[in-house]
């Protein structure tokens, strides 16, 4: 008989390892589907992690590319990580992307064609407290009704996406657009687009803010008493409201904070490399930032690699598509395999496998 007993303390050893076996096993799993889909499924993984980076005709567009997709997501990622440490489930990233995006983009353009150099910090403070808004419709409903922020912060993101359509056509149409849904292009406003720092990097201003909430987050949680009162949260709730935690605002903190991190990605993706506001403009960064977040162990240095690497999966999967003829959805399953098997694999942090007869009744 095969059963699982759990261990007196969880193994820091298999912890480490499971976004190692996680991603391996992951490989191994997509090769068996891209196989089933008719390719070569060692060209395939070549085509995702090695080719965006080294491929003698495309890495030079492909590199760049690499931080232009890992900003936002390593962005995202570390709002929601420090919320889920305290276990505070903020489903509803996306929402905030959108909405942080749409207000961003509307402080902006109501200051049309202005050159002034504040028009870009306003964009950026408005999309910051537009996700922050979205974020504590959640946190205000969970702390004054006990609703579930999970189930409430991700309906919300279906109300950010009706929302998107209707500014797209409506209130933030282009008046010069002939008709066509969508904003202006902010890459044709100096004053409000993000343009990239150095040319040929891909780095932009939501490049630099995504490495700078890393910094915040590892001092936060490392040298800070909010940092520990983070930590403790979710490790002994009840330890932590003996010592003088109010869960309440915790709740408002924490999910203030992702929604305001998420709100600021959407602002610079839509002033950069989207360029303006469209019923397509979200891409679902929201929703992979929380894989990435697990993959990287809700630690700030593991969640920029991790972003990084989900990023990668991001350039090769379009190298895939346009190479092999992949569907999108088999590369969109082949990164939902990650969070599986990562999950999958931390039922062995804390249980190990015993093999033997069970106990009589």
Known sequence: MIRLEKRPQPSRLISALTPVIAVLLTMIVGGILFAALGANPFEAIRTLFWDPLFHPQFAAYSRPQLLVKAGPLIL??????????????NIGAEGQ??????????????????ESPLIFPLMILAGALGGWAWGMIPAILKTRLGTNEILVSLMLVYVAETLLGSVSTGLLRNPEGM???????????????????????????????????????????????????????????????????????????????????????????????????????????????????????LNPIGILLAGLLMALTYIGGELAQLMLGLPAAAIQLFQGMLLFFLLAMDVFTNFRIRIGQGTKA
């Open 76 to 89: 995202i990622a570390i709002g929601l990580s420090i919320g889920f440490r305290a276990g505070i489930w």
């Open 179 to 297: 008709g066509f849904p969508g904003s202006r292009n902010f890459k044709q406003w100096d004053a409000a687009h993000n343009a990239e720092i150095v040319s040929n990097t891909g780095a932009h201003w939501g490049v630099i803010a995504a490495f700078i909430a890393v910094i915040f987050a590892y001092v936060l949680l490392s040298r800070h008493i909010l940092g520990y009162q983070v930590r403790l949260t979710g490790e002994a709730p009840r330890a932590a409201r003996f010592s003088g935690v109010k869960p309440a605002r915790m709740v408002l903190f924490c999910l203030g904070l992702s929604g305001a991190l998420a709100g600021t990605a959407g602002m610079f993706e839509v002033t950069g490399p989207a360029g303006q506001i469209s019923i397509d403009f979200n891409s679902g960064y929201g929703f992979t930032a929380i894989i990435v977040a697990f993959l990287g162990r």
């Open 97 to 114: 992307y959108i909405m942080g995006a749409i207000c961003g983009a509307g402080a902006g353009l109501a200051f049309y064609p202005s």
